[in-house]
């Protein structure tokens, strides 16, 4: 059995604890090097997590011939130029969501993936998470019966550094994200519901900017349906007094709620009674999907990652935000 030898290009938070040990900790993998825009926070990550090798650039690990896979944990628009140099240089690539700045250079990643013969794999690790598997457990089974439809609604309370034009967090600069929190946390929802729904076909939806901190949209609805016939309908609100966020499936026998951004116990309505059913998140979020990615690629079994439903999700957005996309 193969050990998969992976480089990391950027060092940021996510890599601290939800990703970064998972290259580590999972069977037949390893963490061989890391680089970052600052060079001295990648020999600090290094130092800290074990890792044996500290490149000055992007470019110099992916000329080394003993990586085998990328993990690409840079702001979205770094996606698209560091994929296809992955891919160019012959190394299977781990990017984090959203998946590029907008479909269209989606699609080059996938083109330029498949012309260098190399996988392409996106960071949608809730696909491999406990609780959101016994979800999809719970729906296949149908518990609640045929599935209707399915409501989203998240609001936050804005952070005190987006009150700055001078403070700004990339997540809400769209030079650099491509959208607001919208595009970076609403696309971890519609994945997961793609996940257990099949393709979205049809989206209609509006955005705007209610708070005026930013230039990026702040507050968001939207209506969907899956390939399946499931209709679905969203809203998310970045500005507003208060944090909520909730998932509501409803079917013909019941509904099932849940907190989808953090692990509050899952709530199955049936017959007028509530069971609760608590599963904490790992302390490694993305670990699941990371070893199915390396169980892949020594051919045990198919990763859960979808990159073509990646793609759509990202068409699904740029409809959303008023870009080209799907309707």
Known sequence: MKTIRWGMIGCG????????????????????????????????????????????????????????????????????????????????VYVEKPMAMNHAESQEMIAACQHAGVRLYVAFYRRAMPRFLKVKALLEQGVIGAVCGVG????????????????????????????GKFLDMGVHVLDTLVSWFGPITEVHGMAGNRGGLYAVEDTVSASWRHAGGVLGAGNWCYVGRDDEDRIEITGTRGRIEFVFFDDSPLRIHLDGKVEEIDIPNPPHVQQALIQGIVNDLNGICPSPCDTNAAAMISAVMDTILGKSGIR
Do not use: C, M
């Open 13 to 92: 938070d996510v890599t601290e604890v939800k990703s970064g040990p998972g290259f580590y900790k999972s069977e037949h993998s390893t963490l061989l090097g890391v680089t970052n825009r600052t060079l001295s926070k990648a020999h600090s990550y290094a130092r800290r997590h074990g890792v044996p090798r500290v490149y000055p650039d992007a470019a110099a690990l992916l000329a080394d011939r003993d990586i085998d896979a990328v993990y690409i944990s840079t702001p979205p628009n770094g996606h698209k130029a560091l994929t296809l140099q992955a891919a160019a240089a012959g190394k299977h």
């Open 152 to 179: 989203v609604l998240q609001r936050q309370k804005p952070a005190p550094e987006e009150f700055s034009r001078e403070t700004l967090p990339w997540r809400v600069r769209g030079e650099i994200s491509g959208g």
